[in-house]
């Protein structure tokens, strides 16, 4: 492989720091880049990837839009940051707009299927991770509550603290 896509989140300012690589292009309108590697990556290769994102609100926000981090809390997830690769999650799906530009409709649900595959995969979230099972306890200090997935099944209050303990959703 000798060239590396990311899908940039346009919201956001985003630096990229790949070692042995330099940017081929840049489309800032689109928010996509592409990286050409000096020396392409060999199959099963591992190489290391920095990244800085920040948010700066531009004047007074009429209401708050970024509540990924907040105050007293944070959430974490891929559109917070460069998505290696095409998403086709940010494409035209207004059917008029997508007639204006000459492009074929676009299907936005996949078919039901009896038995799923691939379509399955993909998460409200993200459509380039597969579906994580995860136990989870966590602590927050007691003006704090902590959200994971799965389903909550229980939670207690210790030395001033909460606790919360999340399962995985059975049936998957």
């Known amino acids: 492989m000798d060239t590396i896509h990311f899908?940039?989140?346009?919201?956001?300012?985003?630096t990229i720091d790949l070692?042995?690589?330099?940017?081929?292009?840049?489309?800032?309108?689109?928010?996509y880049r592409i990286y050409k590697l000096t020396t392409p990556l060999?199959?099963?290769?591992?190489?290391?990837?920095?990244?800085?994102v920040e948010?700066?609100?531009?004047?007074?926000?009429n209401y708050i839009w970024m509540t990924s981090v907040v105050e007293n809390g944070t959430f974490i997830h891929s559109t917070s940051m460069p998505q290696i690769g095409y998403q086709a999650g940010n494409e035209l799906t207004d059917p008029n707009d997508r007639k204006r530009f000459g492009?074929?409709?676009?299907?936005?649900?996949?078919?039901?299927?009896?038995?799923?595959?691939?379509?399955?995969?993909n998460t409200y979230i993200s459509n380039n991770s597969d579906w994580v099972n995860v136990d989870t306890v966590i602590s927050t200090s007691g003006d704090q509550i902590?959200?994971?997935p799965g389903s909550l099944i229980r939670q207690w209050q210790q030395d001033d603290r909460n606790f919360y303990e999340y399962k995985p959703i059975t049936g998957r």
């Open 7 to 14: 899908t940039m989140n346009r919201e956001f300012m985003e």
């Open 103 to 121: 492009l074929k409709t676009k299907e936005l649900m996949p078919v039901l299927e009896t038995n799923c595959t691939a379509d399955c995969m």
């Open 55 to 61: 948010y700066h609100p531009h004047g007074f926000e």
């Open 146 to 148: 902590a959200i994971a």
């Open 19 to 31: 070692p042995g690589a330099q940017l081929a292009n840049d489309d800032k309108r689109l928010g």
């Open 42 to 52: 060999a199959p099963s290769e591992t190489r290391t990837l920095k990244f800085d």
